[in-house]
Nanobody, 116 residues
Framework: QVQLVESGGGLVQPGGSLRLSCAAS????????MSWYRQAPGKERELVAT????????NYADSVKGRLTISRDNAKNTVYLQMNSLKPEDTAVYYC?????????WGQGTQVTVSS
């Protein structure tokens, strides 16, 4: 069965950095695009970034362009989200996502809090 396990969240000061990881299993990782979403308190879940199966192309929400970078290591079945120049408005639970055979799969989420 498809499993996605996020890690790397935490508390960071404004302007700081974090790297999130998502370990995937139960499917052929290198065949599928991967995405990161986030959900802030009282808000809907929003798409942050998507990377193609080969890692050759990535797309980002306008709010994170130039600060967050998605990448993947197909040998390790892992997708990453490097987060730099973090802002308080980046505070949210971050979720890893993939769509396999037209079904969405989600990890349990990892909390990122940006606060002084």
């Amino acid at each position: 069965q498809v499993q996605l396990v996020e890690s790397g969240g935490g508390l960071v000061q404004p302007g700081g950095s974090l790297r999130l990881s998502c370990a995937a299993s139960g499917f052929t990782f290198s065949s599928y695009a991967m995405s990161w979403y986030r959900q802030a308190p009282g808000k809907e879940r929003e798409l942050v970034a998507t990377i193609t199966n080969t890692g050759g192309r990535a797309n980002y929400a306008d709010s994170v362009k130039g600060r967050l970078t998605i990448s993947r290591d197909n040998a390790k079945n892992t997708v990453y989200l490097q987060m730099n120049s973090l802002k308080p408005e980046d505070t949210a639970v971050y979720y890893c996502n993939t769509k396999v055979l037209f079904r969405d799969y989600w990890g349990q989420g990892t909390q990122v809090t940006v606060s002084s």
